[in-house]
């Protein structure tokens, strides 16, 4: 029938039911929006997507496009009345072939067609409802009369002789329709109510969609982005592979050849040698003086000519050697090269950060290298906060970093403006509208500025910290690397100044950079 056609057509034909929020792919056809995306998602490790009904493939994931238009559709077809095919309640006196009924009679107790409701109307006037196949619900259980009244005191459904005795004797009672009517009426101002908040409700939870769908969308082009990454790192490293292997067959080539024409130059010698020691063996066998004394002599070579085959026992690389140096340089250039691409890859920037020892406290050491900063023990009472700055300033661009400390004593680890003021009380790292750090001080460690202070969950068995600085888009973030990655805190601002990297130190403490 018509109903049922429709309802095939608001059905998904992944899960087989109604719609709920519907979207559309290119080709046309609609799904669930959570039935297509766990579709895609399953389809993601292969690489290819395709469209469940037409198998039309996608080269990249598809978008999903709402389709409001089906969604109000499902929405109207839920609120409207049941079909009458699907009440399963047919006419009481079509026996030969079902027909819907269309309403029921409660005093009669019987259901009817169009055809015997005229007949039916035309004989009697009795309340007829909705097509129903129970009746006691619909007649008063004491009484077994059909409900005709409403008691809004009581707020109960009453039928003429609850009305006339019984405890709902004089009452203020309305009749069924009448009640009905201002109880909708109320309902409809409730829904008025309801409609702005289910506007709100709807338009949070596009954005959440929305959102969602971005996220799904850059997680697929970051993976789209590190499998290339990737691809070029192994085509690099089976470059470099072959450079090193090549080295080495170039300098094994070189050496044994030399070695190959030593050892057939040394065969001669030896064959020579051989032939002269055989007619030496020979001559002392000679009994006839006269012979032996006029035989020819013969010169030995002593060979102190010979080339130096072993190598010559000085210091340094034997030229009949590997040079495991040019090799391990090759190497290294090719690791580099990879490095510098993929940090360019990356957007990112490693700065050699250097520490400024006209910026340290008098009881902070700065190592030789200027990349470690240690704070020296003092009995009593502390002077001032060991507080350090980097020399290079950063004024732009994205730029990475590391940090590792000794787990020894508390630290601020932050960037700091060249104007923080240098009193006692305000110079400290964090404790400023000039200054952003991690207080690794105390626990719960705290992410600081301008005093105003957040506790952090951080691991202090693991030393080390990466900082990451995107001075336009005004990001300060901290992480722990440990295994995995763990994101500790990020702070935004609208950066103003160069900013320097600072320390603050406190007993014994020892903070070194790694860039």
């Not at 970051?222 to 080495?248: P, W």
Request: proline fraction near 3%; aromatic fraction near 6%.
């Amino acid at each position: 029938m018509a109903s049922a056609d429709l309802r095939a057509e608001l059905d998904c034909s992944i899960c087989l039911s109604l719609y709920k929020d519907p979207v559309s792919l290119r080709c046309g056809h609609n799904f669930c929006r959570f039935c297509i995306v766990s579709a895609l998602d399953a389809q993601e490790a292969a690489g290819v997507y395709s469209c469940p009904d037409c198998r039309a493939e996608y080269p990249e994931r598809p978008a999903l496009e709402k389709n409001r238009k089906l969604g109000n559709i499902v929405e109207r077809f839920l609120s409207a009345r049941p079909d009458m095919e699907e009440t399963g309640i047919f006419c009481t006196y079509c026996t030969k072939s079902p027909v819907p009924a269309v309403r029921t009679c409660l005093q009669c107790e019987m259901s009817l067609c169009d055809n015997h409701l005229m007949a039916h109307n035309k004989m009697v006037d009795h309340i007829l409802t909705e097509p129903t196949g129970n009746f006691g619900s619909k007649k008063c259980s004491l009484h077994k009369k059909v409900l005709e009244y409403y008691c809004p005191q009581d707020t109960v459904c009453l039928c003429v002789s609850c009305c006339l005795v019984g405890e709902h004797r004089g009452h203020q009672v309305e009749l069924l329709d009448e009640a009905s009517e201002k109880k909708k009426k109320k309902l409809r101002k409730y829904l008025e109510e309801l409609n702005p908040q289910k506007a709100k409700i709807q338009t949070r939870l596009q954005n959440l969609q929305d959102h969602q769908r971005n996220i799904q969308e850059k997680a697929s082009d970051k993976r789209k982005n590190v499998r290339k990454l990737f691809m070029d790192i192994k085509e690099q490293l089976e470059m470099a592979e072959k450079k090193a292997l090549s080295e080495i067959s170039r300098q094994e080539e070189k050496i044994v050849s030399q070695i190959s024409d030593l050892i057939k130059k040394l065969e001669l010698e030896e064959d020579e040698l051989s032939r002269k020691m055989r007619h030496v063996e020979e001559m002392c066998h000679v009994t006839d003086p006269i012979r032996l004394l006029q035989e020819s002599d013969i010169t030995v070579c002593g060979h102190g000519d010979d080339e130096d085959i072993g190598g010559d026992g000085g210091e340094g690389r034997s030229e009949d050697d590997l040079d495991e140096v040019l090799i391990s340089l090759t190497l290294h250039r090719s690791m580099r090269d990879i490095v510098t691409n993929v940090t360019s890859e990356l957007g990112l920037h490693v700065p050699d950060i250097l520490l400024d020892e006209d910026t340290a406290y008098r009881n902070v050491q700065i190592s030789e290298d200027l990349k470690t900063a240690t704070r020296e023990y003092t009995s009593g009472r502390y002077l001032d906060r060991g507080r350090v700055l980097s020399r290079c300033d950063l004024s732009s661009g994205r730029h990475y970093w590391e940090v590792e400390w000794n787990q020894e004593g508390g630290f601020h680890i932050g960037l700091s403006y060249p104007s923080i003021e240098r009193k006692r009380d305000e110079s400290c790292t964090g404790c400023n509208d000039k200054s952003w750090c991690l207080d690794m001080s105390d626990v719960p460690c705290e992410a600081c500025h301008n005093s105003v202070t957040s506790p952090l969950s951080v691991d202090t068995t693991c030393p080390r910290l990466g900082v990451f600085l995107d001075y336009e888009a005004g990001r300060l973030s901290f992480y722990q690397l440990c295994d995995p990655i763990r994101h500790l805190h990020t702070f935004t601002a609208s950066f103003s100044q160069p900013l320097h990297v600072a320390f603050c130190l406190w007993d014994e403490a020892s903070v070194r950079i790694i860039s």
